[in-house]
């Protein structure tokens, strides 16, 4: 059964926002895009990398697939955060026993299919305690160890983000050089 798969995880997770004085806990952006693989536009869904190379992976994927040239010229660095996480109730979607369970076929590679992928996640949303699912990366589709975490924030309480993300840290700043 799906439920016996619902676990409780606590470890690290990266994020990364524009260089410059920002709230890390500042939620407000993470329902505004219409693009997004895991989520529609309006649901606040914060996404965490689960290592540096994952974090820079993404954001040069998103650099280069989903951000126009004049936006790009704007965003040449970003600062990394590192959180520690603690959440009650998560899914791991790089678990093959977890396709079966959601009866997903050619799971990861679905997942490249965002109509999929957010109707996967708008299933486990709707349907169960998660507040919290780890995907394949999609640039490390072959690596199912290299994990991206979609926290369910309307799950959560935002206005007290230090009840699972009790600690965060500077980590360090991603750089795009100009050409």
């Known amino acids: 059964m799906l439920q016996?798969?619902?676990q409780p995880w606590s470890g690290k997770a990266y994020r990364h926002l524009p260089d410059g004085n920002y709230n890390v806990f500042d939620f407000s952006y993470t329902g505004l895009a219409?693009?997004?693989?895991?989520?529609?536009?309006?649901?606040q869904t914060l996404y965490l990398a689960g290592s540096v190379d994952v974090a820079v992976g993404e954001w040069s994927r998103h650099f280069q697939f989903d951000r126009s040239?004049?936006?790009?010229?704007k965003t040449k660095r970003r600062k990394v955060y590192c959180f520690d996480v603690q959440l009650n109730h998560t899914l791991n979607l790089c678990d093959c026993i977890c396709w079966q369970q959601l009866s997903l076929k050619d799971?990861?590679?679905c997942f490249l299919n965002k109509n999929i992928a957010r109707a996967?996640?708008?299933?486990?949303?709707?349907?169960?305690v998660v507040e919290a699912i780890f995907v394949p990366s999609m640039v490390f589709l072959d690596r199912l160890d290299k994990w991206v975490l979609v926290i369910f924030l309307e799950k959560l309480p935002i206005n007290e983000p230090l009840e699972f993300l009790p600690?965060?840290?500077d980590y360090g700043y991603l750089n795009l050089e100009s050409e």
């Open 34 to 43: 219409n693009n997004n693989r895991w989520n529609i536009q309006g649901e």
């Open 167 to 169: 600690e965060v840290t």
């Open 107 to 109: 799971a990861p590679n």
């Open 4 to 6: 016996d798969l619902i």
């Open 69 to 73: 040239q004049k936006l790009a010229a």
């Open 120 to 128: 996967t996640a708008q299933f486990i949303r709707a349907s169960t």
